[in-house]
């Protein structure tokens, strides 16, 4: 076997898991899962009527680098979207089946393991960087998020030395589990840098299409390029998906876009990989890719929700707006019910709820470990079961505090 493979942690829910083993919750409260962030909304009916009405192109074998359809429809999104003169559908655009493996697979086809690499990722963080970056044969080096930070990567602490083994930086903008956007200076300081020690950035932006104010969307790094004059996308890579925009994730849809070079190299790595995309999942996906009007109503369900845990429980669990995604990254020291695996233990026994502690999607570094005392909330449920949920929170909390 790979003996990198024992170089991964358990799964943070295989550990949640572990967690909440031989705990009984009350039968009379129904389970509420705010720990995966897998959105409940419904599916949007057009795509699904898409899927079905071509459902006799299973009969042929996709390419795996999609139908010109498809490549097509999300360049023309991509500048929709982020105010770009131009992305070349032929060169600069590749369909992938979800963002989860393309990520992995991103690592696994960019790392040089004969130069000593180094991977830099977030941390807290989206836990296939580090299998990525572990199975590439590099050695990973993560960079905390904290409230010090506005919970980003502290950038101008980062060594010259360590930039200069840096082969990739994953970015996570909005940031999964904290939220946190990169600005546009912040993502021409990172591009120069990449410049400078020459590594490449693949910017993780699935969440980027959930945000609270219509008229202010996060910044992508295809943008941060663009304002530079820089339509090459050179050393640029960005990751989207449809699972988080379009309540798709059983689509297994999303794509790369970036540096044509770099994705002539991954293009010719997935083809060995053999992860075509099926041609009708190609089509259903275009269909989601030109309409926005779905992605609107979907933010607006999260906006209600999220005034709904604030309204509920701001007296006994103050909680910090993200700048975008689904997320409360809630600090639970007010609630005083111990640490973080503490609070989610508890609130599973007592009330049948299920949130990930922070401590799971982060590593010690720099003798912290950023998740400590933060839980992670997905705010994915439907509008009622997330105001019963909240309303389950503020009653734990207050039956803690009274008992101490």
């Not at 449809?242 to 309540?247: A, E, G, P, V, W």
Request: charged share 20%.
């Amino acid at each position: 076997m790979n003996t990198d493979l024992d170089k991964l942690h358990p799964y943070p829910f295989e550990k949640l898991n572990a967690l909440k083993n031989g705990l009984v919750p009350p039968e009379h409260l129904s389970h509420i899962a705010l720990s995966i962030g897998e959105p409940k909304h419904p599916a949007p009916p057009f795509v699904k009527q898409v899927l079905m009405a071509s459902l006799e192109k299973l009969s042929a074998y996709p390419l795996t680098k999609g139908i010109p359809e498809l490549r097509k429809a999300i360049s023309d999104w991509l500048c929709r979207r982020f105010k770009l003169t131009a992305v070349d559908a032929e060169t600069q655009v590749l369909p992938v089946s979800g963002t989860r493996e393309a990520l992995f697979a991103f690592a696994q086809a960019v790392v040089n393991r004969t130069n000593d690499p180094l991977v830099l990722s977030p941390n807290p963080f989206y836990q296939i960087y580090e299998g990525a970056a572990l199975l590439a044969g590099a050695e990973l080096q993560f960079l905390n998020c904290t409230e010090e930070t506005d919970f980003a990567p502290d950038f101008a602490a980062v060594s010259e030395e360590t930039w200069q083994r840096c082969q990739l930086l994953y970015l996570c903008s909005p940031g999964n589990p904290t939220g946190a956007v990169a600005d546009i200076p912040t993502l021409q300081a990172l591009i120069a840098l990449a410049d400078r020690y020459d590594f490449i950035i693949a910017s993780d932006e699935c969440y980027s299409e959930i945000y609270p104010d219509e008229a202010n969307p996060p910044p992508g790094l295809l943008q941060a390029c663009a304002e530079l004059g820089r339509n090459d996308y050179r050393r640029c890579v960005v990751f989207h998906s449809l699972s988080k925009r379009s309540n798709l994730p059983g689509l297994r849809s999303g794509f790369v876009a970036g540096d044509a070079a770099i994705l002539s190299s991954f293009l010719r790595y997935r083809t060995y990989h053999g992860c075509a995309m099926p041609v009708p999942t190609q089509l259903a996906s275009i269909a989601a890719w030109n309409d926005e009007p779905h992605v609107r109503e979907n933010r607006e369900l999260y906006r209600e929700k999220f005034q709904i845990f604030q309204e509920i429980l701001s007296d006994t669990l103050p909680l910090q707006m993200p700048d975008a995604g689904f997320y409360f990254w809630a600090d639970i020291r007010p609630a005083k019910v111990g640490n973080d695996e503490d609070f989610a233990r508890e609130l599973f026994a007592q009330q049948n709820i299920t949130v990930l502690p922070g401590r799971y999607l982060a590593r010690n570094s720099d003798g912290i470990n950023p998740g400590e005392n933060r839980v992670r909330m997905a705010l994915v449920a439907p509008q009622e079961e997330c105001r019963d949920a909240a309303l389950r929170i503020r009653e734990f909390i207050q039956t803690a505090l009274r008992q101490r």
